[in-house]
């Protein structure tokens, strides 16, 4: 992955890559700042979304585990590949679903659909 290696301004993270035999041409995963923006924003809708709706299960908690395991997965990804990956690829579906998911659990599914908040 080139793209966001050569950029050294404050919009990514870098994680020092856990060790391999295989060399690597860049030591480091990054992770960009807009993979921990936009899915911080909806993490945060939902819980707008638990204040609003009451649900039995939390939209909040799951999407933010959701997103835990989206980056998980996206890191052992990367690894198992050696190449970089687009972490929104994992981490929108693993978001998006859980809510969804959590939605119909809760029989909310068309609450959460139309939600939208009201002017103050």
Same mark, same amino acid.
């Given at each position: ?47 707008k979304i638990d204040e609003a709706l ?12 959701? /997103?835990?395991?989206?980056?998980? %997965?996206?890191? *052992? ?6 190449? $970089? @990956?687009?972490?929104? #690829? /994992?981490?929108?579906?693993?978001? %998006?679903?859980? *809510? ?6 809760? $029989? @909310?599914?068309?609450? #959460? ?8």
């Amino acid at each position: 992955m080139t793209v966001a290696t050569k950029v050294e301004a404050p919009v990514k993270f870098l994680y020092t890559a856990p060790p391999s035999d295989t060399p690597r041409d860049y030591p480091f995963s990054v992770l960009g700042l807009g993979d921990v923006v936009v899915p911080g924003l909806f993490v945060r809708f939902m819980s707008k979304i638990d204040e609003a709706l009451f649900p039995t299960y939390s939209y909040f908690t799951a999407t933010t585990a959701a /997103y835990a395991a989206g980056l998980a %997965v996206c890191f *052992a990804v990367n690894e198992i590949t050696g190449a $970089g @990956q687009p972490a929104l #690829l /994992y981490l929108d579906p693993a978001c %998006v679903g859980t *809510a969804l998911a959590v939605g119909a659990a809760n $029989g @909310q599914l068309k609450q #959460l659909w139309i939600f939208g908040e009201e002017e103050e």
